[in-house]
């Protein structure tokens, strides 16, 4: 069973420049939360996708954008950069929506912006 | 406002003694909750779980939780430290009954001395 993975590792950007995440699901799992960890602090939650579409999102603008595949895989896009968009962007998956459900992490993008 | 606090920015315990990380909560409702630890450069993996019944949880690792309603808490404990657990500890709540955001505290950082 292959766990959670995240591409990039790392990446620099520029101010005002877009940047695209992805994240690979774990085999069974329909769900998928993104989450922002600036330095020195706890993930804040961006949104979740739940079988293709958006189902909830955290109070980040709309150039934080994503996607949901068929294959349940997801993308994060964000436009416009920002030096505050700094930060360890993190995907977890889980087997369905909803509180309860144990959400397994990747490692993280760490995405610096000069 | 749903909240996490986790009061301690970092500890630090002697390999072998004891360990209590705090964490007190703000929700409407009883919450899910959960510890996850961070290592350096990885993602976070979920150490317990606390959903209804038996208010002390067991996980892995030798860590266990005491969920007390009436003090907002649910504080992680280790009878014994080992050199190895040394990492951020994250506290978070989910939403009891559908919903989708899991909020997590700012962490606590726990150093290990031999």
């Known amino acids: 069973e292959t766990g959670v993975t995240q591409s990039p590792t790392h990446l620099i950007k520029t101010r005002g420049q877009q940047v695209t995440l992805r994240c690979s699901s774990q085999?069974?799992?329909?769900?998928v939360s993104w989450y922002q960890q600036a330095l020195g602090q706890g993930p804040q939650f961006i949104f979740q996708?739940?079988?293709?579409?958006?189902?909830g999102r955290g109070n980040f603008p709309p150039r934080f954008s994503g996607l949901q595949f068929p294959n349940y895989s997801s993308e994060l896009n964000v436009n416009a950069l920002e030096l505050d968009d700094s930060a360890l962007y993190l995907c977890?998956?889980?087997?369905?929506?909803?509180?309860?459900?144990?959400?397994?992490f990747g490692p993280g993008t760490r995405l610096t912006v000069l | 406002a749903q909240s996490v606090t986790q009061p301690d920015i970092h500890i630090t315990v002697s390999e072998g003694a004891s360990l209590e990380l705090r964490c007190n909560y703000s929700?409407?409702?009883?919450?899910?909750l959960f510890w996850y630890v961070q290592s350096p450069g990885q993602g976070l993996q979920l150490l317990l779980k606390y959903f209804s019944g038996d208010t002390l949880v067991q996980g892995i690792k030798g860590f266990e939780a005491e969920f007390k309603r009436s003090q907002s808490s649910f504080n992680l404990r280790k009878p014994s430290v080992h050199w190895s657990d040394a990492a951020e500890y994250f506290c978070a709540v989910g939403p009891h009954t559908g919903g989708f955001k899991t909020i997590f505290g700012a962490g606590t950082r726990l150093f290990v001395k031999a």
């Open positions: 977890a998956s889980s087997a369905t929506s909803g509180g309860y459900n144990e959400q397994f």
């Open positions: 996708y739940y079988r293709e579409e958006e189902n």
């Open positions: 929700y409407g409702a009883t919450p899910y």
């Open positions: 085999s069974g799992h329909n769900t």
